[in-house]
């Protein structure tokens, strides 16, 4: 049988990744893969993590399963960062959190549990969107449309024609919207303009799902979520999908959830039930460890601090790069506009060339990133950002 399988190409990323770590040029940069690194190209262990490893060390007293749902208290400290302690939903008792194995199981699990409300929902997601989205929820048997986002002529957003095709979806169908640092484009809602979409999903009845996998890292944690709770205080039923990978470095631990808001307590039973069906039939039960962290950070007024002082250390050091990547590309005097990168939120822009481009400066200077432009802005450093620069000068 496995010898009528045929082989698939590598995924873009990681491919280039292979071939970075094999490439011998001193000067190679690696601004394909989307995870935080410090100026010396770490990704590191924040010391709230380490602090909190070592307290579960000293207080876990078992391994044993932990059931479909994950730990209660993970859930009730993801529900306060996410929507606020007070939130309607929350004081209301709508909602219900699972613990998953990173954004993805996440995502995964708000799929099936879509496809068991109306197998023939359609899913739109935004143009363009994180890779993954796409076989996450479509390989579910989901629909997957597009509607409107970025404008790559201009780098903005096109939220007119964004909001014109919303006004046409209906009730059944899932808007899949990005809470904060839209992957891959970096171009965020305003308020504003996520109050028009509230309007737009309260009028026409679609469930909007919320992915939020960079929250902390482009204004800070609250201003993150502000348009999440603004959605979530005008629809009745909302689904959010979170990772803790990013804002807690937790990559390799795999910790996400995926809440739920129902309009009522009794659909918030059948609810959790269902997403419960869900695990159970998928993966059967999440991971621990990373979660038991995130809970023991949240849960203690100490390591809350100190976590909220190195994500701020993070988040300012993606802010400084940002700008000082446009103040190093007018010193050298290429004549196009990139100020854009000033005014997007997170670890990723679309740096505006073409995949010729991106190739030629992945042959000739051994700077990898992907063919439609995106790169990590959280890979650029002091000691390689002239060279970024130069090799970006040569081929505009």
Same mark, same amino acid.
């Given at each position: 049988?496995?010898?009528?399988?045929?082989?698939l190409?590598?995924d873009?990323?990681?491919g280039?990744m292979?071939v970075?770590?094999?490439d011998?040029?001193?000067?190679?940069?690696?601004?394909g893969?989307?995870?935080?690194?410090?100026?010396?190209?770490?990704?590191?262990?924040l010391?709230?993590v380490?602090?909190?490893?070592?307290?579960?060390?000293?207080?876990?007293?078992?391994?044993?399963y932990?059931?479909?749902?994950?730990?209660?208290?993970?859930?009730?400290?993801?529900?306060?960062?996410?929507?606020?302690?007070d939130?309607?939903?929350i004081?209301?008792?709508?909602?219900n959190?699972l613990?998953?194995?990173? %954004?993805?199981?996440?995502? =995964?699990?708000? +799929?099936?549990?879509v496809?068991?409300?109306? !197998?023939? &929902?359609?899913?739109?997601v935004?143009n363009?969107?994180?890779?993954?989205?796409?076989p996450?929820?479509?390989d579910?048997?989901?629909?997957?449309k597009?509607?409107?986002?970025?404008?790559?002529?201009?780098?903005?957003?096109?939220?007119?024609?964004?909001?014109?095709?919303?006004?046409?979806?209906?009730?059944g169908?899932?808007?899949?919207?990005?809470?904060?640092?839209?992957?891959?484009?970096?171009?965020?809602?305003?308020?504003?303009?996520?109050?028009?979409v509230?309007?737009?999903?309260k009028?026409?009845?679609?469930?909007?799902?919320?992915?939020?996998?960079?929250?902390?890292?482009?204004d800070g944690?609250?201003?993150?979520?502000?348009?999440?709770?603004?959605?979530?205080?005008?629809?009745?039923?909302?689904l959010?999908?979170?990772?803790?990978?990013?804002?807690? %470095?937790?990559y390799?631990? =795999?910790?996400? +959830?995926v809440i739920?808001?129902?309009?009522? !307590?009794? &659909?918030?039973?059948?609810?959790?039930?269902?997403?419960?069906?869900?695990?159970?039939?998928?993966?059967s039960?999440?991971?621990?460890?990373?979660?038991?962290?995130?809970?023991?950070?949240l849960?203690?007024e100490?390591?809350?601090a100190?976590?909220?002082?190195e994500?701020t250390l993070?988040?300012?050091?993606?802010n400084g790069?940002?700008?000082l990547?446009?103040?190093?590309?007018?010193?050298?005097?290429?004549?196009?506009?990139f100020?854009?990168?000033?005014?997007?939120?997170?670890?990723?822009?679309f740096?505006g060339?073409?995949?010729?481009?991106?190739?030629?400066?992945?042959?000739?200077?051994?700077?990898y990133?992907?063919d439609?432009?995106?790169?990590?802005?959280?890979?650029?450093?002091?000691s390689?950002?002239?060279?970024l620069?130069?090799?970006?000068?040569?081929?505009?």
């Amino acid at each position: 049988m496995l010898e009528t399988l045929v082989q698939l190409p590598d995924d873009p990323i990681l491919g280039l990744m292979a071939v970075y770590r094999n490439d011998p040029n001193p000067l190679k940069i690696d601004l394909g893969v989307g995870i935080y690194k410090d100026e010396a190209g770490n990704t590191p262990v924040l010391d709230a993590v380490k602090k909190a490893q070592l307290h579960h060390i000293n207080t876990e007293t078992t391994k044993a399963y932990i059931g479909p749902a994950g730990a209660p208290g993970f859930g009730k400290v993801m529900e306060a960062l996410l929507l606020g302690a007070d939130h309607p939903a929350i004081v209301e008792g709508r909602t219900n959190t699972l613990q998953t194995p990173g %954004g993805c199981g996440a995502l =995964r699990a708000a +799929a099936e549990l879509v496809k068991r409300c109306n !197998s023939g &929902a359609t899913v739109w997601v935004s143009n363009p969107t994180w890779a993954n989205h796409i076989p996450l929820m479509g390989d579910t048997g989901l629909q997957i449309k597009e509607y409107p986002y970025y404008d790559r002529e201009t780098s903005s957003i096109q939220f007119e024609a964004m909001i014109a095709t919303l006004e046409q979806v209906g009730a059944g169908d899932v808007v899949l919207l990005h809470g904060c640092c839209h992957n891959p484009c970096g171009a965020d809602l305003n308020l504003q303009q996520w109050e028009q979409v509230a309007a737009v999903a309260k009028a026409r009845g679609f469930l909007p799902l919320v992915d939020i996998a960079y929250q902390g890292l482009g204004d800070g944690l609250d201003e993150d979520a502000a348009g999440l709770r603004i959605l979530a205080a005008a629809v009745p039923e909302l689904l959010i999908t979170a990772s803790c990978s990013k804002n807690f %470095g937790l990559y390799r631990e =795999r910790t996400g +959830a995926v809440i739920a808001i129902s309009a009522s !307590s009794i &659909a918030r039973d059948a609810t959790h039930s269902q997403l419960c069906s869900v695990v159970r039939a998928n993966y059967s039960m999440p991971p621990a460890h990373g979660a038991a962290l995130v809970e023991i950070i949240l849960s203690s007024e100490e390591l809350t601090a100190q976590w909220h002082s190195e994500l701020t250390l993070m988040r300012n050091r993606i802010n400084g790069l940002r700008q000082l990547l446009v103040d190093k590309i007018v010193a050298r005097g290429i004549e196009r506009d990139f100020s854009f990168i000033t005014r997007e939120k997170g670890m990723f822009s679309f740096l505006g060339v073409t995949p010729e481009q991106v190739r030629q400066m992945r042959s000739e200077n051994s700077i990898y990133f992907v063919d439609s432009s995106r790169i990590n802005i959280a890979g650029i450093n002091n000691s390689n950002i002239d060279y970024l620069v130069d090799s970006l000068a040569r081929v505009l």
